[in-house]
């Protein structure tokens, strides 16, 4: 079975600078899909970013970029330029592709607490 | 076009009560996911259903829970007899027939039994 693991329960970056999350993972697959969500205190889950695991090329989305290592299983996700809305706690997901025999279910990590300091 | 809408927001049940959690995917989507949050936890995969099929409930405790998605109307979670150890937040995510790689989640159910 896969799992997911986030190592950092907690991390604070000041307001306009970078902070990078960190996610590891174990599965057997060669092709999967990995995401990473955000909850804000409202408790809406909302998709930040995702990778699909035969494109080599990170995925970014405006200020929030991975650095997805295939061999090192690592997913870590970066925000930039962090802004006080960024505050939340994230969820990084694991995948099975569709139609290969794989579950449809998304496993997720314990998350981390973002805070953003002004 | 509408997001995943879940209802009620909020529900409170006395135990051996039952509660039912209702889920409208987003117009088009055909593939609802129910999961589950406990306190200071990440999602944990409950149940996967195409229209009036289950597909995986591998992660559905044997007893008092069921789920359905009936060819109309919404998902339906349905938790009988509930126990203190039930209260949670329950999120239900669709994702379209063609691209079922992306969930895209509800505002969740917050369920407290007393």
């Known amino acids: 079975a896969q799992t997911v693991t986030q190592s950092q329960p907690e991390m604070s970056v000041q307001e306009a600078e970078t902070v990078t999350l960190s996610c590891t993972y174990d599965?057997?697959?060669?092709?999967?899909?990995l995401f990473w969500y955000k909850q804000p205190p409202s408790r809406q889950m909302i998709l930040v970013i995702r990778?699909?695991?035969?494109?080599?090329q990170n995925a970014t989305e405006n200020r929030f970029s991975v650095n997805f290592q295939k061999a090192a299983k690592s997913f870590s996700l970066k925000i930039s330029d962090s802004q006080l809305g960024d505050a939340a706690m994230y969820f990084c997901?694991?995948?099975?592709?569709?139609?290969?025999?794989?579950?449809?279910?998304?496993?997720f990590g314990k998350g981390t607490k973002l805070t953003v300091n002004p | 076009n509408a997001g995943v809408m879940q209802n009620p927001r909020h529900l409170v049940r006395r135990r051996g009560q039952e509660a039912r959690l209702r889920c409208s995917p987003m117009?088009?989507?055909?593939?609802v996911y129910w999961y589950r949050q406990l306190p200071e936890e990440g999602l944990k995969f409950m149940v996967y259903?195409?229209?009036?099929?289950?597909?995986?409930e591998s992660g559905m405790p044997k007893e008092r829970f069921s789920a359905e998605f009936p060819k109309e109307g919404p998902s339906i979670l349905r938790i009988q007899q509930v126990v203190r150890g039930d209260s949670a937040a329950y999120f239900c995510?669709?994702?379209?027939?063609?691209?079922?790689?992306?969930?895209?989640f509800g505002p969740g159910t917050r369920l407290t039994v007393l």
């Open positions: 995510a669709s994702s379209p027939e063609q691209y079922t790689d992306t969930q895209y």
């Open positions: 599965t057997s697959e060669s092709d999967y899909y």
């Open positions: 990778q699909e695991a035969y494109k080599q």
């Open positions: 997901a694991y995948r099975s592709p569709s139609g290969q025999g794989g579950s449809e279910k998304l496993v």
């Open positions: 117009k088009g989507h055909s593939h």
């Open positions: 259903l195409q229209k009036e099929n289950i597909i995986d």
